[in-house]
C-alpha cells in the first residue's frame, strides 16, 4: 500500500514538474498564436467632399464686325427752305469712305460760311465727279493732286466730329449727293477763294460767301 503511495505521489510530483517546465518552454508561441496583440490606432480615414472645378475651355470670341456704312440713298424731300432741309437729314453713325470725303471738304473749305455757301462747294464735288473730266468718286475729287489746300498728301487733317459744324457738313453732303437743292453756283465745276485773281479762263458763274465759282 506504501509502494502504490509512493508512486502515486511520484506521479504527481513528475506531472506537476512537467507542466512547468512545457508552460516555461511554450509560453511564447502561445501567447503569441492565442492572446490579442495591441495594435496601433490607425487614423479614420476622413473623405472630404469638394466640388471639383474644372477650367471650362475658352470660347474664342468672335470678332466684332464694324458696323456698314449706311446707304444714303434715299433724298428727304418736303423741306421749305434749305435750313429745314438740313435738319432733317438723318445723321448716319458711320458715312461710307466717298460721302466722308464729301463731307470733309465741305467742312474744311467752307464750316464758317452760310449754308448755301456750304452747298455750293459740295455740289461742286458732286459735278466733278459726274463730269468724266475728274476722278469718277468723290476722294478721287477730293485727293487729286493740287486741288484742295486742306489735303495733306492723301489725308485730311482731324475732324472734330462732334461740332455742329461737322453735323452740317454731314448733311450738306447728303443734300449735295442726291443734288435735293440746287445751289447758287448749279453746274460749276471749279472755284477759289475771293482774295486770289487766277485769271481763269472760264465762264464765271457766281460768288457765294468768301467763294467764287466757274463753269
Not at 498564436?33 to 490607425?42: L, S
Not at 486742306?150 to 454731314?170: E, H, L, Y
Not at 472755284?191 to 481763269?200: E, G, M
Request: a positive charge; glycine letters at 8%; one cysteine or more.
Amino acid at each position: 500500500m506504501r509502494k502504490k503511495l509512493k508512486l502515486a505521489s511520484g506521479l504527481a510530483v513528475a506531472g506537476s514538474m512537467l507542466t512547468a517546465v512545457m508552460a516555461t518552454n511554450g509560453s511564447g508561441a502561445l501567447a503569441e498564436d492565442i492572446a490579442p496583440v495591441a495594435k496601433a490606432e490607425e487614423a479614420p480615414v476622413r473623405f472630404v467632399s469638394e466640388a471639383v472645378i474644372q477650367a471650362v475651355p475658352e470660347t474664342p470670341a468672335e470678332p466684332v464686325a464694324e458696323p456698314e456704312p449706311e446707304i444714303l440713298d434715299e433724298p428727304v424731300t418736303g423741306a421749305q427752305s434749305l435750313r429745314e432741309l438740313v435738319a432733317m437729314q438723318p445723321q448716319p453713325g458711320k458715312l461710307s469712305r466717298d460721302m466722308h470725303c464729301l463731307a470733309g471738304a465741305i467742312y474744311f473749305e467752307s464750316r464758317g460760311e452760310s449754308l448755301a455757301g456750304q452747298l455750293a462747294v459740295g455740289r461742286v464735288i458732286v459735278e466733278r465727279a459726274d463730269s468724266g473730266r475728274f476722278p469718277n468718286s468723290y476722294c478721287g475729287v477730293v485727293y487729286q493732286r493740287s486741288q484742295f489746300s486742306f489735303v495733306r498728301g492723301k489725308s485730311m487733317p482731324s475732324i472734330k466730329k462732334g461740332s455742329q459744324a461737322w453735323k452740317n457738313a454731314v448733311a450738306m453732303a447728303q443734300i449735295a449727293h442726291h443734288g435735293s437743292w440746287d445751289s447758287p453756283a448749279e453746274g460749276a465745276l471749279f472755284f477759289h477763294a475771293t482774295y486770289v485773281s487766277p485769271n481763269w479762263r472760264l465762264t464765271r458763274l457766281a460768288r457765294v460767301d468768301k467763294h467764287v465759282f466757274y463753269r
